[in-house]
């Protein structure tokens, strides 16, 4: 009697936990059959934080420094480069973020909005320095403008992440390092 009753506890614990509870492979696989999508084996929740938390740390760090330190409008590698950095970060953020809304109900930047606004900060930097490649220069009676013009871009999209990542301090929910 005590065996039945085991195994009938242990069937409904298994039952329940297979009904309310889907992990991350789970919803995965639901996503992909909904979507009529395939997502590649690389894509889990913690690839997808840890590439934003190198994006929001290692790689802010990296354009600073570019930006106020060695960005130079005469040198088009540099700015080819920067263009094709931020292009590439925006396309793995992108695909996580696709990837995140599909399984986890959740944006690769918390929100919407905050998603929004990065990746089109980011756009920003990329139509202004494609244009300065193009032969594009902003003058006033200061003088050549242009290294002004794209350091606002360039901070524009440093605060959109400083200010997502005090909302997640605030909220508790990283720890940098």
Not at 9 to 28: R, S, W
Request: net charge positive; with cysteine.
């Amino acid at each position: 009697m005590k065996l039945i009753s085991l195994v009938c506890i242990a069937g409904l614990l298994f039952g329940a936990h297979t009904a309310y509870g889907c992990d991350e492979a789970c919803q995965k696989e639901a996503a992909e059959t909904k979507n009529s999508v395939k997502f590649p084996g690389y894509l889990t929740w913690r690839y997808c934080d840890d590439l934003k938390l190198d994006f929001i740390e290692t790689d802010m760090k990296s354009l600073q420094s570019y930006s106020s330190k060695h960005f130079n409008t005469k040198y088009k590698g540099p700015i080819k480069n920067t263009i094709k950095f931020l292009s590439q970060r925006k396309e793995w953020l992108q695909e996580c973020d696709r990837y995140l809304g599909m399984t986890r109900k959740d944006r690769i930047f918390h929100d919407t909005k905050t998603t929004k606004l990065v990746f089109n900060k980011m756009d920003s930097i990329n139509t202004e320095l494609k244009d300065i490649i193009n032969g594009v220069t902003y003058s006033s009676s200061q003088g050549d403008e242009t290294k002004v013009i794209v350091g606002e871009k360039f901070n524009a999209l440093f605060r959109a992440i400083d200010d997502h990542k005090n909302l997640m301090h605030l909220k508790g929910k990283y720890v940098y390092q």
